[in-house]
């Protein structure tokens, strides 16, 4: 059984930063994707970033290229989301998500199989 622990979020002025991980466990496929998403009230779950282990090829939405970054450790166990110069707009509740293989849309929700339980993410004007 895939499990998925999100940590890292909390509340941070405009313009500072914020690092999540993701812990995870349950899985040895050697092609897989993981990825970040976020879900604000009253608006639909978005992707954020995402990375195809196996290939290292990462995906970010447009909103976050440039301030947002995708890693995991060498032990391809845990992933992270740094985020820096942090938005208003980039407040949220933020899952990890993972997927056996590598999918066409890296970004799309629907695509994903497991999921953690989110952590909340609040920037303050």
């Known amino acids: 059984q895939v499990q998925l622990v999100e940590s890292g979020g909390g509340s941070v002025q405009a313009g500072g930063s914020l690092r999540l991980s993701c812990a995870a466990s349950g899985y040895t496929y050697r092609r897989y994707t993981m990825g970040w998403f976020r879900q604000a009230p009253g608006k639909e779950r978005e992707g954020v970033a995402a990375v195809a282990s196996g290939s290292d090829n990462t995906y970010y939405a447009d909103s976050v290229k440039g301030r947002f970054t995708i890693s995991q450790d060498n032990a391809k166990t845990t992933l992270y989301l740094q985020m820096n110069s942090l938005k208003p707009e980039d407040t949220a509740m933020y899952y990890c998500?993972?997927?056996?293989?590598?999918?066409?849309?890296?970004?799309?929700?629907?695509?994903?199989?497991?999921w953690g339980q989110g952590t909340q993410v609040t920037v303050s004007s």
């Open positions: 998500a993972a997927v056996m293989g590598w999918v066409f849309v890296p970004l799309e929700a629907s695509y994903y199989n497991w």
